[in-house]
């Protein structure tokens, strides 16, 4: 099995910043993508980062200038720094893993449990 623990997320006024933290763990032989996706009340949950184990990134149209993701592979964490955060930003962030596990050849998707970035305006 494998876990995904988020943390970082709070209350900040617009035009500030925030740092998103994920960390993987478990049964982990490799993380593939690793990225942050978000949701806020009454609408669809949506890719805001993704970040490649080789580094490659794409982001949302929406953060692009604002947000960077990035990633240790040695320790299976992703981060996701977060500035000039506007209200729209606000939702609940959640972190995602392809990840190959030891016990299996397959790749299994992970989320982790989410966490609340409020922007006040």
């Known amino acids: 099995q494998v876990q995904l623990l988020e943390s970082g997320g709070g209350l900040v006024q617009a035009g500030g910043s925030l740092r998103l933290s994920c960390a993987a763990s478990?049964?982990?032989?490799?993380?593939?993508?690793m990225g942050w996706y978000r949701q806020a009340p009454g609408k669809q949950r949506e890719l805001v980062a993704v970040?490649?184990?080789?580094?490659?990134?794409n982001y949302a149209d929406s953060v692009k200038g604002r947000f960077t993701i990035s990633r240790d592979n040695a320790k299976n964490t992703v981060a996701l720094q977060m500035n000039s955060l506007k209200a729209e930003d606000t939702a609940v962030y959640y972190c995602?893993?392809?990840?190959?596990?030891?016990?299996?050849?397959?790749?299994?998707?992970?989320w982790g449990q989410g966490t609340q970035v409020t922007v006040s305006s």
């Open positions: 995602n893993a392809d990840v190959s596990p030891t016990y299996s050849s397959a790749r299994y998707n992970y």
């Open positions: 478990g049964s982990i032989f490799s993380i593939n993508a």
């Open positions: 970040i490649t184990f080789g580094i490659r990134t």
